[in-house]
């Protein structure tokens, strides 16, 4: 494995891929900022979180009133020895997390459709990939003792990863827009990939 120094400049296909990565502003509902990524799963990592913090308006502004419908991040790592587990140079990984309706959340079908919407997402946007996989998960918050007074909470928590297929680096972008509508999709907000039928997120 290569490991990066100072005195080890960034290859050139990861580079393009961060400057196509780092220009992303986000959408209306959806913020989204570079954060520290993780040093131990690649030589090269880029890491971008994202909020998505709107119900009915197209602009929220930003305050402590404004529901946080999921949250997520994407990494994107890059190993020029090309590990044999990814198959190619590239590779995404992907967390996001929502809160759902308490109907919702004992929906028995609610993972494999949630898995359902990141492959309807790669494909929409023309997003080819190899070795994906991942896992959904519900995860039953209830409070005792002081905090009994709060209600109990059903969240989605969504891992995936998969590695992009790419004639040029640039291409990473597409990737990153497949995610961003699952984030939304998961958030229970549109845009979602055509054919899709949402289910409902949480609504205070």
Do not use: Q
């Not at 990473?172 to 055509?194: F, K, N, Q, S, Y």
């Not at 054919?195 to 409902?200: A, F, R």
């Amino acid at each position: 494995m290569v490991i990066p120094s100072p005195l080890n400049r960034t290859p050139e296909p990861f580079a393009r891929a961060s400057a196509v990565l780092r220009e992303v502003t986000g959408r209306p509902h959806v913020s989204i900022s570079e954060i520290p990524a993780p040093g131990k799963l690649a030589p090269y990592a880029l890491a971008l979180g994202a909020e998505v913090r709107a119900e009915d308006h197209p602009v929220v502004p930003a305050d402590d009133d404004v529901d946080e419908l999921a949250t997520g991040r994407v990494v994107v790592l890059y190993d020029p020895d090309r590990p044999s587990e990814w198959d190619g140079e590239f590779r995404v990984v992907s967390y996001i997390r929502a809160e759902l309706e308490h109907e919702l959340g004992h929906e028995a079908m609610l993972g494999s459709v949630a898995w359902s919407w990141l492959t309807e997402a790669l494909e929409t946007n023309g997003c080819e990939v190899r070795s994906i996989g991942g896992t959904t998960t519900r995860v039953l918050s209830e409070s005792f003792g002081t905090l009994a007074g709060r209600p109990s909470t059903i969240d989605l928590e969504f891992r995936g990863s998969w590695t992009p297929v790419m004639e040029e680096p640039e291409e990473i972008a597409d990737h990153l827009t497949a995610w961003i509508d699952l984030l939304c999709t998961v958030a229970g907000l549109p845009p979602l990939p055509e054919g899709v039928t949402p289910l409902p997120g949480r609504r205070r």
